[in-house]
């Protein structure tokens, strides 16, 4: 059966006409959101029925992957995480801190199957790996939905948390574009309150079709005071880093050339700027232009403030940093900037970092 014939037969209208139906009942909101023809139970159940066939639906393509380094001869288990199969040859996508260190590798699906897995590629900039289980035969694998997911769609968190087994926690998605966490150098994350612990990691973060929109990455750190909050690595970033790794073993990274202030030093050195009239909002000012590169041959000149890098806007160095990991090598850039009172474009080609 395809993945296509595997979705819940209640679809997203449904589901969201049931659920709207709940809620007016729930808190007599009729007026603003009609009623469907179902009660409330009915409507709950439907719901529920939808959550169930998204959830059984990930429990074939959601693994346990478990890393193992040799020692004394011997190979010994060094982490348990998860990771899910995204393509039918056996692609298995996980994060890069999960595989760390390790030399030998193995999936473990919800039937009890194992299956040795081969490392095709990481990414630690934005903790990702691709692994390929052996063997020739096909394996049933979860579509990525690279559309970010509107904040207070429902979404379900699947993995091995705590080396307990397939376990499917619920939530919705709480924002989008979340960085500034120092979990990795790429950061900009989904965050949902789907209950994620130890072992999610590299697990899915299911809609309610069965789709993946993002890969689990970590829990807030509780040292900030912000426990239960979670992040996913959006699934178009994923599909980005998987197709780079199949087709180049690695992913390539693009490069501008310049050198820009911290920030704790880009308030004072925008002060000048502002009097002259500058008003936007990004802080990702040039401290320095590096010869022979793409911003040297744009003549982009120390002082300028950059704006943005192709159709990314930039706020801060987070914003810089994502745009360059985002856009591809040896394609042309625009690069629209901030220089004596004026704002205009330059273009150039970057190269691989």
């Not at 801190?97 to 193995?106: K, N």
């Not at 390929?132 to 699947?158: D, H, W």
């Not at 209950?195 to 929109?213: H, M, W």
Request: net charge neutral.
């Amino acid at each position: 059966m395809s993945h296509s014939q595997r979705r819940p037969q209640i679809g997203t209208l449904g589901l969201a006409s049931a659920a709207a139906g709940l809620i007016a009942a729930a808190f007599g909101l009729g007026q603003r959101y009609p009623q469907t023809d179902l009660d409330p139970r009915q409507a709950a159940a439907q719901v529920s029925q939808a959550l169930q066939t998204a959830s059984a639906d990930a429990a074939r393509s959601v693994v346990q992957v478990e890393s193992f380094r040799r020692s004394r001869g011997r190979l010994r288990k060094i982490l348990d995480g998860s990771g899910v199969v995204i393509d039918s040859s056996g692609l298995v996508v996980t994060n890069h801190h999960v595989i760390t260190g390790a030399t030998a590798f193995r999936v473990v699906f919800t039937s009890g199957e194992r299956c040795d897995a081969e490392l095709l590629g990481s990414d630690e900039s934005t903790d990702l790996a691709v692994l390929k289980i052996a063997g020739e035969r096909e394996f049933s694998p979860m579509a990525l939905r690279t559309e970010l997911p509107p904040v207070g769609e429902l979404v379900l968190a699947v993995g091995n948390p705590l080396s307990l087994g397939h376990t499917v926690t619920l939530g919705v998605v709480n924002g989008h574009g979340r960085n500034n966490l120092d979990i990795a150098e790429y950061e900009n994350y989904i965050q949902t309150d789907a209950a994620i612990n130890p072992g999610n990691s590299g697990g899915p973060l299911v809609d309610v079709e069965g789709r993946a929109v993002g890969i689990t990455v970590a829990v807030g750190l509780a040292s900030n005071g912000d426990e239960g909050l979670a992040f996913a690595i959006p699934a178009s970033i994923v599909r980005k880093v998987v197709d780079e790794i199949a087709a180049h073993g690695r992913v390539r990274r693009a490069y501008l050339g310049v050198g820009t202030f911290s920030r704790w030093e880009v308030g004072r050195s925008l002060r000048a700027d502002r009097e002259a009239g500058y008003t936007g909002r990004s802080v990702v000012k040039v401290r320095s232009v590096y010869p022979d590169t793409p911003a040297d041959s744009a003549k982009i000149k120390e002082g300028d403030i950059l704006l943005a890098v192709g159709s990314r806007e930039l706020t801060d160095s987070q914003s810089f940093t994502n745009s360059l990991i985002e856009a591809s090598p040896e394609e042309p850039t625009t690069v629209r900037l901030w220089r004596d009172g004026r704002v205009f474009n330059v273009s150039t080609v970057l190269t691989e970092r």
